[in-house]
């Protein structure tokens, strides 16, 4: 059946993966926070990444840092002078639009594909383009729009007990410059030789006048960013391998090869000589959920000005110091994680002879899953759920489990479709005898009956990114 966000939107809600910020006080716009199971799908997203790029990866290593920045980081960066967004008002209704996303949206409805990016365009560009179109108000259907003017996206708050400019610090818009910054502190004590990377997992936020679709498009959002140092003049070979690797990193997770495209940048930003993005087929059109970069040395050299300090790599086989130049990999956790439900959500029709039947089914990656097995009792009573409740404590410390005895067993394999397990683990009074239970499989409804000690191993062998990654060969 046909995907809507609405029927994504309230499955997360009432199965306890995102929840509206706030809610109990009327919610606070484009807020959102992750339940019970969406904490742990998050979580095991960003492990996956974690696990395949920095523990695995004879290259990378992580850090953790800091929200709050001296402000003269920003000033380096650029964020200061010229991160805003071109803001229209109507002159009619008085809402306010960013002037790209109309065009954006104008362009999908119209099935026109731009031949350059939009975010590359000039104000008098898009202007234009608004005007000879006749694009009009989304609200209230008008075409009466002030000029485009630029609104910095960074959030401003105060250090201290006074709030003046000199104790202006910014929630930070993004976690790479954390990276650059530290990158003489990680080279020097982790003894890193180029090529090598820097990744952090963190928040970011951003003062989007326009956040839309569920969380795709958030003030507050989480990033899982690397930046890779290389030596100048190899950037572009490097920018090649990790957009190739990228992209077989998400294609691993199942969702269908044709769900994924390139969108290379025609034009770039001022510090960068290559860029494209990862989309993929949302219920809303293909849009980004990762983002490659060649920045060259802009960052580092900029912070080396800024900041007086020398920044740069000796290089022990040229005999010579050198900025290194940088590819950047960025993905959106909250997107991807969105990504995640879209793709995983399907309605099954499994009416027979004539009986109606239907089930609600996420077919999550088994490692991403929040649940990996529900134990349930057959019946409330005769020793069965004692018995469940011994197999829950030998799981618990190693698997996410969850113990269900509410119900008849079919609507308990329901729910447990409904939010992705792939194993529910059924109790019976045979059980009691031969020590084995009886294994339903999510995907193919099938059963078969395992002894209890090896369910471990199962477990192991079934959820385990080893096994989702299996097929990468990186």
């Not at 108000?137 to 006074?162: A, E, W, Y």
Request: contains cysteine; proline residues 3%.
């Amino acid at each position: 059946m046909e995907k809507t966000m609405e029927k994504i939107v309230a499955l997360a809600k009432s199965r306890g993966f995102v929840y509206p910020g706030s809610e109990i006080y009327g919610g606070l716009a484009n807020t959102w926070d992750y339940g019970n199971l969406g904490v742990e799908l998050k979580n095991n997203v960003k492990r996956a990444w974690w696990k395949k790029f920095i523990q695995e990866s004879p290259y990378n290593v992580g850090v953790d840092c800091a929200i709050l920045m001296n402000s003269q980081t920003w000033v380096a960066s650029g964020h200061l002078g010229g991160f805003s967004d071109p803001l229209m008002d109507c002159k009619a209704c008085k809402e306010r639009f960013r002037a790209d996303k109309l065009i954006e949206d104008y362009m999908a409805e119209k099935g026109i594909e731009p031949e350059t990016g939009i975010d590359g365009w000039t104000q008098e560009e898009m202007k234009k383009y608004i005007d000879d179109n006749n694009i009009c108000c989304p609200s209230c259907g008008k075409h009466d729009f002030t000029d485009i003017r630029q609104f910095n996206l960074m959030f401003k708050t105060f250090q201290g007990v006074t709030e003046d400019a000199k104790n202006t610090v910014y929630l930070r818009p993004e976690t790479a410059q954390g990276i650059f910054v530290n990158y003489l502190n990680v080279q020097k004590t982790g003894r890193m030789k180029v090529p090598f990377g820097i990744a952090q997992i963190g928040k970011a936020f951003r003062n989007e006048i326009v956040a839309r679709q569920f969380i795709f498009r958030m003030r507050e959002f989480e990033q899982m960013e690397m930046q890779f140092f290389v030596k100048p003049g190899t950037e572009l070979d490097w920018f090649k391998k990790w957009k190739e690797i990228r992209l077989k990193w998400h294609k691993a997770l199942g969702f269908g090869d044709a769900s994924y495209r390139y969108h290379d940048h025609d034009k770039l930003a001022h510090y960068a000589n290559a860029a494209t993005d990862i989309e993929f087929l949302m219920p809303f059109g293909f849009k980004e959920v990762e983002g490659i970069h060649s920045r060259t040395d802009f960052d580092l050299s900029q912070h080396q000005q800024y900041s007086g300090k020398k920044i740069q790599y000796f290089d022990t086989e040229l005999n010579e110091s050198y900025v290194p130049y940088v590819i950047e990999t960025s993905i959106g956790v909250d997107r991807m994680f969105l990504q995640i439900m879209s793709a995983a959500y399907c309605e099954e029709d499994l009416s027979k002879d004539g009986k109606q039947d239907s089930r609600v089914v996420l077919r999550l990656p088994a490692a991403l899953v929040p649940v990996k097995m529900a134990i349930m009792p057959l019946v409330k009573k005769d020793g069965l759920p004692e018995k469940a409740q011994e197999i829950m404590n030998l799981l618990k410390y190693d698997f996410n489990c969850q113990y269900d005895e509410k119900d008849s067993i079919g609507k308990r394999y329901r729910r447990q479709d409904a939010i992705g397990t792939p194993f529910c683990i059924t109790v019976d009074h045979q059980t009691l005898e031969d020590h084995a239970v009886t294994i339903r499989d999510r995907d193919t409804m099938q059963q078969e009956r395992v002894a209890i000690d090896k369910l471990p191993a199962l477990v192991e062998e079934e959820c385990s990114y080893r096994k989702l990654f299996r097929k990468l060969n990186l």
